[in-house]
Nanobody, 115 residues
Framework: QVQLAESGGGLVQAGGSLRLSCAASESIFSFVIMGWYRQAPGKQRELVANIRSTGSTNYADSVQGRFTISRDNAKNTVYLQMDSLKPEDTAVYYC?????????WGQGTQVTVST
């Protein structure tokens, strides 16, 4: 059973930064895509950013230029560097790992951005 362990969430003021980490229980080379999603209260879960095994990245328009996704293959870890945070970034952030026919999810980490 694949396990994804998120860390790094917390409370930060608007304009601040946080770095989220997602540590996988097995080699991240085995996943086609890894990424981060978020879900705010009363809203649907949405894609924030993902990174393919090739290294190519994709970002939601709302975070483009502010967030950076990266991976450390040796540590089986994916990171999300979040800069210039806004109150509307407040949500539970979930790590996601995809194989051809299955998605794996972490338990989520809360990010709260205050005004």
């Amino acid at each position: 059973q694949v396990q994804l362990a998120e860390s790094g969430g917390g409370l930060v003021q608007a304009g601040g930064s946080l770095r989220l980490s997602c540590a996988a229980s097995e080699s991240i080379f085995s996943f086609v895509i890894m990424g981060w999603y978020r879900q705010a209260p009363g809203k649907q879960r949405e894609l924030v950013a993902n990174i393919r095994s090739t290294g190519s990245t994709n970002y939601a328009d709302s975070v483009q230029g502010r967030f950076t996704i990266s991976r450390d293959n040796a540590k089986n870890t994916v990171y999300l560097q979040m800069d210039s945070l806004k109150p509307e970034d407040t949500a539970v952030y979930y790590c996601n790992a995809q194989r051809v026919n299955y998605h794996y999810w972490g338990q989520g980490t809360q990010v709260t951005v205050s005004t």
